[in-house]
């Protein structure tokens, strides 16, 4: 069975600080999301990453993925107050045959950014 | 074009009685989820399904069924409500995944308590 684990699973930063969430998931895949979710909200897609070696930068925040290792960073540079929400890392697995995919999360990483 | 609607937003239940979740789709998504999100836990796949009238068991559907009778719908079912069912529920739909952009996109949420 798939396991997406995230770490650290609390954060909290100074504003301008530069940190990195990580997510790590246990069988092949080569699908990896980025979502974020404010309190009492919805998930709101922040990246899609879709091969081996995938960057992709919004703002404040870039996404990677390394499918060899299993692994997918979120990098947050110059942290400011906004980014204070939930994220989570959201793995694709195919079940069964055909076109069968369930969508797997890690249990997210709550950051606080602190003045 | 409004997206993927839940109804109800919120609900308050007996220890055995039932209910039905509905979410809409008005997007020709192919696949639609449900999970339910606990603190501390992320978000727990309970059902999805590939296609209209497709169906298949995520991480924790003990408790619940559901039916894809329409592509646009997908409805959640509790048989009989316990505490333990008490939570966040949320629907997400995406396209078919051989298609690039295939993240999931989310409703509102169903915040229901049973007591």
């Known amino acids: 069975e798939l396991k997406v684990e995230q770490n650290p699973l609390f954060l909290s930063m100074q504003e301008g600080k530069n940190y990195t969430i990580y997510c790590n998931y246990s069988?092949?895949?080569?699908?990896l999301y980025w979502y974020r979710q404010d309190p009492g909200k919805s998930l709101e897609s922040l990246f899609v990453?879709?091969?081996?070696?995938a960057v992709k930068q919004e703002g404040r925040l870039m996404a990677s993925l390394d499918t060899k290792a299993r692994l997918s960073t979120l990098h947050i540079t110059a942290a400011v107050h906004d980014l204070s929400a939930t994220y989570f890392c959201?793995?694709?697995?195919?079940?069964?045959?055909?076109?069968?995919?369930?969508?797997?999360f890690g249990k997210g990483t709550l950051l606080t950014v602190n003045p | 074009n409004a997206g993927v609607t839940q109804t109800p937003k919120f609900r308050v239940l007996k220890t055995g009685q039932s209910m039905t979740l509905l979410c809409a789709q008005d997007m020709n998504h192919e696949y639609m989820y449900w999970y339910r999100q606990d603190p501390g836990m992320g978000l727990r796949l309970i059902h999805y399904?590939?296609?209209?009238?497709?169906?298949a068991k995520g991480e924790v559907p003990d408790g619940y069924n559901v039916s894809r009778l329409k592509k646009q719908n997908f409805l959640l079912g509790l048989e009989s409500a316990a505490p333990s069912q008490t939570s966040v529920y949320f629907c997400?739909?995406?396209?078919?995944?051989?298609?690039?952009?295939?993240?999931?996109?989310f409703g509102q949420g169903t915040r229901l308590t049973v007591v």
């Open positions: 959201a793995v694709d697995s195919q079940t069964g045959g055909g076109s069968n995919y369930k969508l797997t």
């Open positions: 997400a739909s995406r396209i078919d995944r051989g298609l690039p952009n295939t993240e999931a996109f």
């Open positions: 069988t092949t895949s080569d699908r």
């Open positions: 990453l879709l091969s081996n070696g």
């Open positions: 399904s590939v296609g209209e009238g497709t169906t």
